[in-house]
């Protein structure tokens, strides 16, 4: 029976080696040391198992071999009923091994701890809501939800809010996770070595949208992430609306959206909603959907088709109001 | 409980036995719940600390009617074990009498702290703390109830009580755990 | 067959209807057969619900549950798979063979047995009516707060789960209760407490661990339910309550429960693996104070399923250590039953195969498990499919196939009659290729950054490929249990050729007929080592000890 585990455990070497094939999210093929020295924690500790799984199977094989009654053989083997030599050596050793892994796990924490704030790091404040993601930048002014921009090379201190029940914090590619805990104050850091867009994920089951709680990490080198925070931070230039993005800015501003959406230089102040202000300088939105025509129009005319259960389902724009939204929403950049 | 117990191999009676197991059982029922009520003391500043010595009056005295009714049991459970059904009857109906007025000063005491459940997080560890050890004392009236009748029906010999005695080691034990909720809740 | 004693004497008019004579039953043996018939059903069940995740995660976007449904579904089916399947079994196996394995007529309590029984039938059956009642719980089994609480979960759901999972906690209380005491009390003459079969030892610590684990889940729900209907804030967050409150109390009786659903299986290992290898357990002292000591450590380690929850550093190097230290008695089971195996004479019957890949499946789940004790590592994979994986080595793998070792080695005890060999071992072999299917791409995937518990996932994320693998792997399993009901009907309805002694057993349950008549014994045998059929069969070979 031992050949099926092993075609099963060659399989699995070849995922391992072969899992560069998609960097959209993955702990191996990792941007950041942190996410490196669990990576290679876990590497260490997977070929101990692997060396663990192989004696057991060994064992029972040659067990399994030496046990075949011979044809017409009726009598009953020797009777042992143990061996306290053997019995303290499986004992001990595993102890040493447990000893041995603990060392290294203590080793790897170290290597991981959150470093000390110093000047030129960039502090965050990621706040879980169902089921999207907002991000605060307390320093810079700054308030986006879906995507993180971040500055290569940089440490980023990330500050975890949510306002309503649990979520967790993951970008597998950079860091690990942790809980995002209403009425408590977490926190951890990422870094991302090199440029490049990382998927991230909400890994705390939330509620009925869970699944789609995605966000993107982009990692910008520190010109392009200078032009963003530029971008972020200026006004909406509104005097050069069109007719029908007029006409869209009044549906949005004086209808419903106000509750929950804020758009800066606007009366809308709604913290509920992800903040729309630059809605049209990201690339993806509402916890994972791509941002172009289709979704958006999809999202206006029922947006509960998209994403059954979402907290704005209820609210549906008729067909003849949607073109001049989106005319008005692309306005948001 | 079943009187008519089999042979045990462990020289004690099943009722007896189970009652430990039961005992066992409990304590890691009423563990979490205290514990849940020191993690949040742990976090938040508790109402009733700084209790003035008044403020001890009602729990003070509800405490004196619990250990008078441990003393009572003693005394059901040391008549019987000397044959004495009578006597048995009467002081179980004294015990079950001191529960019962027990329980009727901790539900003054709780109306009198004008403490509703929702009104913080104490509201509600103070109705569970309570409420769950009144029930647990309101289960060990009913076992003295079937002890009293079962007393005056003749049941019970100095030889065979095993429910008198399950009965007083629950009601021990009862009294036990409001000691330890008494101290956390006031003195501590 | 079984005989009418046992039940209620009042009722012995009402003895003519059969229906009525199982209801009222309190033999041991029938409510065992109640027990065991039950859980079957509800583990089909937990089956199906299985097989629709699978199908509504075969591929990204699928429509083939909505994420409400998705989201009830899992949660079914994990509660299910604990509350009403893996536990009740053992509970059930434990009913039939605790008593004749000492030597005993019944339990110690018949009548606060079969409470117990109703209570886990009705418990679930209230669970299930949910479906019909607005929807099943959906917050997944460990119900997380805030999100249970009533601004986040309106309507009766999680209501449905706290009494639901009240109910079915104390009725595996007073199960756990009466199994103690009979083990303490009803030992035959000679038999010792280290002279108990394995499998009763490992069911008086898996009780024990029971009576101290399960109150904490009453209290979780109980406080779960006040919050809800009273308006207290145990764990209300926006008005004072603390969400990690909730963890740690769920979890303080979620981690022994992984005990109290493993060890009973392991229990069964240590009968079939010695009397298939035809000598005695290797290291009996050392395999029972491992269980012992497992049952203390599993009430140490609740919050290494709280890793990433932000605690301190202190804590989590804690309960990182001692979530490891949990692998040592393991592992001296492991090499035990290796060493049993070792120099005997083999009978490679189908509870045997099942046995041996119990090993081979729960050794890959145990080195899982130390993967995720260690801090670093399980803040990457914790709330992935990793996770998912681990765990299902353990409960499927360990588990199941245990329960499955045990159902092929009891039936002929139990019905008179012996399951098909054939199908037996057609349904092994089909069952360790489709739960590897299933279960080992899962740690891939969790690698590869799969949240757990999500209904669907985008396209481009490559996991599309695996999770369309494990579900033909789901299917597969399907076909082996499929095999398994095919085994029991054929057999139920074939003509009982009452052997009893089939497998040629060392344990007092196959010195009574199959089935046992009531009361069990004819005579309570005296009994001097922990084998006692062998030393009747072998007196030249009797064991010393």
Request: charged content about 10%; hydrophobic content about 50%.
């Amino acid at each position: 029976m031992a050949w099926r585990k092993w075609i099963s455990l060659i399989g699995f070497s070849l995922l391992l080696a072969g899992c560069t094939a998609n960097p959209a999210t993955t702990t191996f093929n990792t941007n950041s040391s942190i996410a490196a020295e669990k990576a290679q924690l876990f590497n260490i500790l997977f070929w101990m198992g692997v060396v663990v799984f192989l004696l057991v199977v060994v064992l029972l094989t040659i067990a399994v071999i030496r046990g075949r009654r011979k044809p017409g053989d009726t009598t009953e083997p020797f009777q042992n009923h143990g061996n306290v030599r053997l019995e303290i050596l499986w004992t001990v050793i595993p102890i040493l091994l447990v000893i041995f892994i603990f060392f290294l796990t203590v080793r790897t924490m170290n290597a991981v701890a959150a470093p000390p704030r110093e000047n030129g790091d960039l502090t965050v404040r990621a706040i879980g809501h169902r089921w999207f993601w907002e991000f605060q930048y307390p320093d810079l002014g700054i308030t986006t939800a879906n995507e993180l921009h971040i500055p290569e090379d940089t440490n980023v201190h990330i500050e975890l809010v949510s306002v309503d029940v649990i979520h967790s914090f993951w970008v597998p590619n950079l860091s690990g996770k942790i809980d995002v805990v209403p009425g408590q104050q977490n926190s951890m850091w990422i870094r991302a070595d090199n440029a490049g867009t990382f998927m991230g994920h909400c890994a705390e089951f939330c509620g009925i949208q869970h699944a789609n709680m995605h966000f993107n990490v982009i990692a910008d080198d520190a010109s392009t992430f200078q032009a963003w925070v530029e971008g972020q931070q200026a006004g909406l230039a509104d005097s050069t609306l069109t007719d029908l993005e007029a006409q869209g800015s009044k549906i949005v501003t004086a209808g419903v959206c106000a509750g929950c959406h804020a758009i800066d230089g606007t009366n809308m102040l709604g913290k509920t909603g992800p903040n729309l202000t630059h809605l049209y300088s990201r690339s993806i939105f509402a916890g994972g959907f791509e941002l172009n025509d289709e979704n958006m129009k999809q999202w206006l005319r029922d947006s509960g088709k998209l994403k059954p259960g979402n907290l704005m389902a209820g609210i549906r724009l008729p067909d003849d109001q949607i073109e001049a939204v989106m005319a008005y929403l692309k306005t948001l950049r | 409980m079943n009187q008519a117990t089999t042979r045990s191999r462990s020289g004690m009676d099943s009722a007896k036995v189970a009652m430990l197991v039961v005992l066992g059982s409990e304590t890691f029922f009423f563990g979490p719940l205290v514990s849940a009520y020191l993690f949040m003391r742990g976090m938040y500043p508790w109402p009733l600390d700084g209790a003035p010595l008044a403020r001890l009056a009602v729990p003070g005295v509800n405490t004196l009617i619990l250990l008078a009714s441990v003393v009572t049991m003693w005394l059901a459970l040391r008549a019987i074990r000397s044959g004495r059904q009578p006597m048995l009857a009467r002081w179980s109906a004294v015990t079950l009498l001191l529960g019962l007025v027990f329980v009727a000063g901790q539900v003054l005491e709780y109306t009198s702290n004008n403490m509703t459940p929702s009104d913080h997080g104490f509201g509600g560890v103070f109705l569970t703390l309570m409420g769950f050890h009144a029930l647990h004392l309101l289960a060990g009236v009913i076992m003295l109830a079937l002890v009293f009748f079962r007393a005056r029906l003749g049941d019970f010999t100095a030889r065979r009580h095993v429910a008198v005695e399950v009965s007083a080691w629950f009601w021990y034990y009862v009294a036990a755990v409001w000691l330890v909720l008494f101290s956390v809740l006031y003195l501590v | 067959m079984t005989s009418q004693a046992g039940t209620f004497p009042y009722m012995r008019r009402a003895e003519k209807s059969k229906l009525l004579s199982w209801a009222l039953t309190t033999d041991h043996k029938r409510i065992g057969i109640l027990y065991l018939a039950t859980a079957f059903i509800f583990f089909l069940v937990g089956g199906i619900e299985a097989l629709l995740i699978r199908l509504q995660l075969a591929q990204p976007g699928a429509q083939v549950l909505g994420p409400d449904a998705y989201n009830q579904v899992f949660t079914m089916h994990g509660l299910t798979m604990i509350f009403l399947g893996a536990m009740p079994i053992a509970i059930g196996f434990a009913n039939y063979f605790v008593p004749l394995m000492i030597g005993a007529r019944d339990m110690v309590f018949p009548r606060l047995n079969a409470l117990s029984y109703w209570l886990f039938a009705l418990g679930g059956l209230f669970m299930y009516s949910s479906f019909l009642l607005g929807g099943a719980p959906d917050k997944g089994w460990f119900a997380y707060a805030p999100m249970t609480e009533r601004a986040f979960s309106p309507g009766m759901r999680m209501d449905f789960w706290s009494l639901g999972v009240i109910g079915l906690a104390i009725s595996s209380t007073v199960g756990s209760i009466n199994i103690i005491v009979t083990i303490f009390q009803l030992r035959a003459r000679g038999m010792s407490i280290t002279k108990v079969p394995m499998f009763v030892w490992n069911m008086l610590i898996t009780s024990l661990i029971g009576i101290f684990a399960f109150p904490s889940l009453i209290v979780a729900a109980a406080l779960l339910l006040l919050d809800r209907q009273l308006g207290t804030v145990f764990f209300n967050t926006a008005q004072g309550g603390n969400a990690m409150l909730w963890q740690h109390i769920f979890w303080f009786f979620g981690h022994p429960e992984v005990y109290i659903l493993v060890l009973p299986a392991m229990g069964i290992m240590s009968e079939v693996i010695p009397v298939f290898s035809r000598k005695p357990l290797f290291g009996f002292m050392a395999i029972a104070f491992s269980t012992a000591a497992i049952g203390v450590l599993s009430f140490t380690v609740w919050a290494h399923h709280m890793f990433s929850t932000g605690m301190s550093t202190i804590s989590l190097l804690f309960f990182a250590a001692d979530s490891f230290l949990i692998g040592v008695p393991t592992g001296v089971k492991i090499f035990s039953w290796l060493a049993t195996m070792w120099g005997g004479k083999l009978r490679f019957d189908t509870p045997l195969l099942f046995a041996m890949g119990f090993i081979v499946m729960f050794v890959i789940g145990g080195i899982t498990g130390i993967h995720v004790a260690s801090v670093p590592v399980d803040w990457q994979v914790t709330d992935t499919y990793y996770v998912v994986g681990h765990f299902h080595y353990v409960l499927f793998g360990g588990t199941i196939l245990g329960f499955l070792s045990g159902l092929f080695y009891w039936f002929p005890k139990m019905t008179g009659r012996m399951l098909s060999e054939r199908l037996g071992k057609l349904s092994f072999w089909t069952i360790m290729v489709g739960m590897n299917m299933v279960f080992f791409p899962m740690h891939y995937l969790g690698l590869a950054g799969m949240p757990r518990r999500i209904y669907t996932y985008p396209a481009d994320t490559g996991w599309a490929f695996w999770n369309l693998f494990e579900t033909v792997g789901a299917f597969i399993t399907a076909l082996g249990f499929l095999i398994i009901l095919i085994n029991l009907i054929v057999t139920l309805r074939s003509r009982p050729t009452n052997p009893q002694d089939p497998w040629d057993g060392f344990t007092l349950e196959w010195t009574t007929s199959s089935p046992p008549p009531a009361e069990n014994f004819a005579e309570i045998p005296a009994v001097r080592s922990r084998r006692p059929l062998w030393d009747a069969k072998h007196p030249d070979m009797a064991d010393t000890h």
